[in-house]
């Protein structure tokens, strides 16, 4: 998907940088779909602190890891664990299924685009020619 990357407008980054009860994050962006000057407020807000320098005297510390996709009405929240050797496997597996999913995604909807384009331009034309 980095042919979207010319779109994304990016949150401050706050790599490395410490925050208030949460440490270092490894990733820390919130990025607005939508291109400047089209409604609404679309975002994806990706969380995945850094527990590097962690230590925990209960054990192995558990990161914060979030994923929210939001629209001016409606958002989503996934969340991500990675306790055990299963919990790992299915967070990845997760991420992997979305993104196969809008990879599918997104070539449906360029031919679909690409379709409407070619019937509203011949559309015109029939149009332009009475």
Same mark, same amino acid.
């Given at each position: 998907?980095?042919?979207?990357?010319?779109?994304?407008?990016?949150?401050?980054?706050?790599?490395?940088?410490?925050?208030?009860?949460?440490?270092?994050?490894?990733?820390?962006?919130?990025?607005?779909?939508?291109?400047?000057?089209?409604?609404?407020?679309? +975002?994806?807000?990706?969380?995945?602190?850094?527990?590097?320098? *962690?230590?925990? $005297?209960?054990?192995?510390? %558990?990161? @914060?890891?979030?994923?929210?996709?939001?629209?001016?009405?409606?958002?989503?929240?996934?969340?991500?664990?990675?306790?055990?050797?299963?919990?790992?496997?299915?967070?990845?597996?997760?991420?992997?299924?979305?993104?196969?999913?809008?990879?599918? +995604?997104?070539?449906?909807?360029?031919?679909?685009?690409?379709? *409407?384009?070619? $019937?509203?331009?011949?559309? %015109?034309? @029939?149009?332009?020619?009475?």
């Amino acid at each position: 998907m980095s042919y979207l990357a010319q779109y994304v407008q990016r949150a401050p980054q706050l790599f490395g940088r410490r925050r208030k009860g949460h440490g270092a994050a490894r990733v820390d962006e919130r990025l607005m779909l939508n291109l400047p000057g089209f409604h609404g407020d679309a +975002f994806v807000r990706v969380f995945v602190q850094d527990t590097s320098g *962690h230590t925990n $005297r209960r054990g192995t510390p %558990e990161p @914060r890891v979030r994923l929210r996709i939001g629209d001016c009405s409606n958002e989503i929240s996934l969340w991500f664990e990675v306790d055990s050797p299963g919990d790992r496997a299915n967070s990845l597996h997760k991420v992997d299924t979305l993104i196969g999913a809008l990879h599918r +995604f997104r070539d449906a909807l360029a031919a679909e685009a690409d379709l *409407h384009a070619t $019937r509203s331009s011949r559309k %015109e034309d @029939r149009t332009c020619r009475t």
